[in-house]
């Protein structure tokens, strides 16, 4: 009897240890990866987009003096109301008035001149058709004619050059408008084409805003906007495109848009800080994230995650375009499918993985 129970405790210990070398030859159960995803849907065409900017006049006048010189006053103040024709600055015209008077006795000497040689011809002319002169006294009396006229034009261009010399010595406003900038203070002494002041003309008002590159081209043909202050969104105005800089700023790399205001609200002053939204002339696709993209040379493509499996597979995908913080698919998706979003570098088709967010 003890000896049979010896046996069958062999039996049983032979039983346990092939049953333990059988669990573990058994491969593990391989753990499921945790992956950020996102379910994705349908993009609608025309996306809002909206702008910052301000309003400005839609003509603004540097105003500033032709000739260089001492500035004695400035006669207007940043939000004066100006009209056409009306005194902005003077300069010291001492030196222009000598020069005028200077101009003005070349002209009278000249002018006396003249007529002393159209005597001269004239008496000569009497006395050549009496046979008392002779042709070379008449010639020399013609040639002094003639040469009096040439001094007296030129007397009189350099008359009216100096009064218009003096005349630059005076600045004033080509518009009625405000003014909204001075460049320069009584007692400076300014330099030709130096702003004195910057005139608002009165002929209209446009919003101008920065605007990337990406969203120029992404504008339909004839944007309309709808532009309002940011303070109060009510007072509003309706209004369309009237110039796209052709250059970007090389510091922002935008482009200044000015944007023409429609009939704008009297509150919508200058300076204004204002919002402008218009619809972009974007195709319908589905947008994901920029980090769901695996890039293998010329083709895109993203994780697809089984939604009963919970295992990944990697199909490739149409881009349409690319947006700073995401991508616009135009095939390869459907709407309602979950796709990792981030550590697609380091999946494996077939792979199980464990979703953290963006899907359930």
């Known amino acids: 009897m003890r000896g049979w129970l010896s046996a069958a405790s062999v039996a049983t210990a032979v039983v346990a ?9 058994k491969p593990p159960v ?23 900017g301000q309003v400005r006049a839609r003509t603004e006048i540097n105003l500033a003096f032709r000739l260089s010189g001492h500035m004695i006053d400035r006669a207007v103040r940043v939000g004066d109301q100006v009209a056409p024709g009306q005194v902005i600055a003077h300069l010291d015209d001492q030196i222009q008035k000598n020069t005028l008077l200077q101009a003005e006795a070349l002209l009278s000497a000249a002018r006396a001149q003249l007529v002393e040689a159209r005597n001269t011809y004239a008496r000569q002319n009497g006395l050549l058709s009496k046979g008392f002169a002779s042709n070379a006294q008449f010639d020399q009396a013609q040639q002094a004619l003639e040469s009096a006229e040439a001094q007296v034009t030129s007397a009189e261009a350099q008359v009216k050059s100096a009064r218009e010399q003096l005349g630059y010595t005076i600045l004033t406003a080509d518009t009625a408008g405000t003014v909204i900038a001075t460049g320069a203070e009584a007692g400076e002494v300014v330099a030709a084409g130096q702003p004195v002041a910057q005139i608002a003309s009165d002929g209209g008002r446009d919003a101008v805003f920065a605007v990337s590159g990406q969203i120029i081209r992404a504008l339909p043909e004839k944007p309309a906007f709808t532009v309002a202050l940011t303070e109060d969104a009510t007072i509003a105005a309706s209004g369309h495109i009237r110039e796209i800089a052709p250059q970007a700023d090389p510091v922002t790399r935008t482009y200044t848009v000015k944007v023409a205001l429609d009939t704008p609200p009297e509150a919508m002053q200058l300076g204004s800080t204002v919002s402008g939204t218009t619809l972009l002339d974007a195709p319908e696709g589905i947008e994901v994230p920029s980090s769901a993209i695996v890039q293998g040379g010329t083709s895109s493509a993203v994780w697809v995650v089984d939604a009963k499996e919970l295992t990944v597979s990697l199909r490739d995908v149409a881009v349409a375009r690319y947006e700073p913080a995401s991508v616009i698919l135009s095939g390869g998706l459907q709407p309602g499918e979950t796709i990792v979003t981030a550590g697609v570098q380091s999946l494996h088709p077939g792979q199980k993985v464990r979703l953290l967010g963006g899907a359930t």
């Open 17 to 25: 240890s092939l049953l333990g070398g059988c669990e573990q030859d």
């Open 30 to 52: 391989p753990e499921a990866r945790p992956v950020k995803s996102v379910v994705v849907g349908q993009r609608p065409a025309g996306e809002p987009v909206m702008l910052t």
